[in-house]
């Protein structure tokens, strides 16, 4: 039973290049959640979607941040035009009807040259 | 958003001692409550969720007072494998969301 997967582990990007990172739940688990952490600081809620819907998105930048769950695949959080001060650690993490059970995945390391 | 306070820590401390971290919250509407660990470069994981009557885990004990708004770790007899970082999480529910807020975390460094 393979746990919350996330990829890539380790992302780099150039200035103004696009950032596509991927999370697939656990099976059974049909909420998924964005963090952002940044170097010495703590996780910064971003996005709560279920399939095919964003719940709340109060934590998402207003430009260049997207997300989206499909019905078919990964959820995928999209940055556009990406800066320096992209680079964090993205984590998602899943749940199944217990929302308050957040099982996370390894994350994605985003590094801005 | 809702705040999650936390000893900014570290905390540097010999093997076998007893450690406590303090939490405070700000939502008292919050409704559930956990501590999680994360390892460095690593992501959080449950380490032990948080009663009103106070729980105990091993060598971990959790208490939380709702008056006051504040919750507490206790580590008996660290382990080296103890070193971690303890990031403070309180879950509620508001206009059809639901959302873990994470304290900044304490770092734990159990020295030999």
């Known amino acids: 039973n393979a746990g919350v997967m996330q990829n890539p582990r380790h992302l780099v990007r150039r200035r103004g290049q696009e950032a596509r990172l991927r999370c697939s739940p656990m099976?059974?688990?049909?909420?998924v959640y964005w963090y952002r952490q940044l170097p010495e600081e703590g996780l910064k809620f971003m996005v709560y979607?279920?399939?095919?819907?964003?719940?709340?998105e109060s934590g998402m930048p207003k430009e260049r941040f997207s997300a989206e769950f499909p019905k078919e695949g990964p959820s995928i959080l999209r940055i556009q035009q990406v800066v320096r001060g992209d680079s964090a650690a993205y984590f998602c993490?899943?749940?199944?009807?217990?929302?308050?059970?957040?099982?996370f995945g390894p994350g994605t390391r985003l590094t801005v040259l | 958003r809702k705040e999650v306070e936390q000893d900014p820590g570290p905390f540097n401390v010999p093997e076998g001692a007893t450690v406590a971290f303090n939490c405070t919250y700000s939502?008292?509407?919050?409704?559930?409550f956990f501590w999680y660990r994360q390892d460095c470069r690593k992501e959080p994981k449950l380490l032990m969720s948080?009663?009103?009557s106070g729980n105990e885990d091993g060598r971990f004990t959790a208490q939380l007072n709702r008056a006051s708004q504040y919750i507490s770790l206790l580590i008996r007899d660290s382990k080296l494998s103890d070193s971690a970082t303890y990031l403070c999480?309180?879950?509620?529910?508001?206009?059809?969301?639901?959302?873990?807020?994470f304290g900044k975390g304490t770092k734990l460094s159990v020295i030999p």
């Open positions: 939502n008292s509407a919050s409704q559930s």
């Open positions: 948080v009663y009103s």
């Open positions: 099976k059974g688990h049909s909420h």
């Open positions: 979607l279920q399939k095919e819907n964003i719940i709340d």
């Open positions: 993490a899943t749940t199944s009807d217990l929302p308050n059970e957040q099982f």
């Open positions: 999480v309180v879950y509620w529910e508001g206009a059809g969301s639901y959302q873990l807020t």
